[in-house]
C-alpha cells in the first residue's frame, strides 16, 4: 500500500495540514499575518460596510427570553452539527466497493455533503446573528460585523473549498495505482478503504472550517 508522508512545522488548519499530507504538497508558512492577508481580499466598498458595521449604533430588538434563546441556540447548534456528521459517517459506510469504479461517484459524494453544509449552516449563522442582535449594542454590532464579513470571505471560502474534491481525486488515483504497482494480487477494495476514511477525514474537517464563525457567534452569545 502507499505510504503518504506526514510533514509537520506548518501552521494553519487542520483541513489544509490533512490535503498537504494526502496530495504530498509542502505548505509554506505564511510570510503575512492573517490581517495583512485579510486586508487583501477587502475592495474599497468592502471596507466601507466594514466601517459603517463597526462604527455604527444598531438598533436593538427586546428580548424576554434571552436565556432560554441562548439555551435553544446551543441546541440547535449540536442538532446541526451532528446530523452534518451522521450524514458524512453514512456516507463513508455506504461508498461505493467496485474498485474498477472511477472517482465520480466520490465527487457526486462530496459535493452533495458540501451543499448539505451549506443549506445547514448559513442559516444557523443568521439565526445566531439575529439572537446576538437582541442582546447589547456591542452584540448587535458583532453581528453586522459578521453580515459583512460573511459576505466578503464567502466567495473566498467557495472557490477554495471547490477545490478538493480535485485533490482527493488525485488521491484516489494515486492510492489505486500504487496498490496495482505493489501488489496486483492484493483483495479488491484495500485501496478504497484507506480512501474512504480520507475523504471522511477531510469532510470533517471542512466542517470544522465552515463552523467556525458559527462557533465564535454562539460564543459572544454565551458571554452575555
Known sequence: MVQVSRRTGFTGSALIRLLARLTDIEVPEPKQAFADRLSQW???????????ALNGNPAIASSSGARA????????????????ANAIADDTR????????????HRRRYLARQQAMEASIGPLRGRLRSTLASRSPDMARLAAVDVVMEQVLSAQEHRLLAAVPAMLEKHFERLRQAEVDTDPEAGPGAWLDVFRKDMHDVLLAEMDIRFQPVEGLLEALRTR
Request: hydrophobic share 45%; aromatic share 8%.
Open 94 to 105: 455506504n461508498a461505493p466497493v467496485d474498485t474498477t469504479a472511477d472517482f465520480a461517484a
Open 42 to 52: 477587502l475592495g474599497w466598498t468592502d471596507a466601507i460596510s466594514l466601517s459603517a
Open 69 to 84: 434563546s441562548g439555551i435553544a441556540e446551543e441546541r440547535e447548534f449540536t442538532r446541526v452539527r451532528t446530523a452534518l
